[in-house]
Nanobody
């Protein structure tokens, strides 16, 4: 029921910053936990960050802690990811999704958007 569209990707030098946005329509965005995932060719899609419906709890992959910040604006039905101190290994297609935490402590995404490309050059 929820439709998601990512934007804000682009080409940036190592050490630079980007701000990604995820616009949601339909569904019940304001009461849904959301997250960001990323994927490169030949690799599994990996978890990046998640946020609860109120924004009170956030989670980050170890590889991005201290560099990326997830946030949301429920009034605008929009999810954000601030990417700072970017590294070439951050290059990937970034996706937003309805996100759930499993009993094992991992994160599962559903209702994926089409993604936005982030490319970090040396």
């Amino acid at each position: 029921q929820v439709q998601l569209v990512e934007s804000g990707g682009g080409l940036v030098q190592a050490g630079g910053s980007l701000r990604l946005s995820c616009a949601a329509s339909g569904g019940t965005f304001s009461t849904t936990s959301m997250g960001w995932f990323r994927q490169t060719p030949g690799k599994e899609r990996e978890f990046v960050a998640a946020i609860t419906w109120s924004g009170s709890i956030t989670d980050y992959a170890d590889s991005v802690k201290g560099r990326f910040t997830i946030s949301r604006d429920n009034a605008k039905n929009t999810l954000y990811l601030q990417l700072d101190t970017l590294r070439p290994e951050d290059t990937a297609i970034y996706y937003c999704a309805v996100t759930y935490r499993t009993l094992q402590g991992t994160f599962r995404g559903e209702s994926w958007g089409p993604g936005t490309q982030v490319t970090v050059s040396s």
